[in-house]
């Protein structure tokens, strides 16, 4: 695997949450680059050895937004 996918969202409760599409990896932050630093820390752990662990990470953010019509 050369790329991993995560799914961004944002946290009813404040903040982000993120989890692997694939993989059982989840984390969650109070903000986008504290999310980014627990997403790699997240990986590196899934994944300890350097040659099995995906070379890019790509953070796909969904932001809902209600609009009354």
């Given at each position: 695997?050369?790329?991993?996918?995560?799914?961004v969202?944002?946290?009813?409760?404040?903040?982000?949450?993120?989890?692997?599409?694939?993989?059982s990896?989840?984390?969650?932050?109070d903000?986008?680059?504290?999310?980014?630093?627990?997403?790699?820390?997240a990986?590196?752990?899934?994944?300890?050895?350097?040659a099995?662990?995906?070379?890019?990470?790509?953070?796909?953010i969904v932001?809902?937004?209600?609009?009354?019509?």
């Open positions: 695997m050369t790329e991993l996918i995560f799914l969202e944002d946290d009813p409760e404040g903040g982000y949450v993120a989890r692997a599409l694939g993989e990896i989840f984390t969650q932050a903000s986008l680059p504290e999310l980014r630093e627990r997403v790699k820390d990986v590196h752990c899934h994944y300890p050895d350097e099995t662990r995906p070379k890019l990470i790509r953070l796909h932001h809902d937004e209600v609009i009354a019509s």
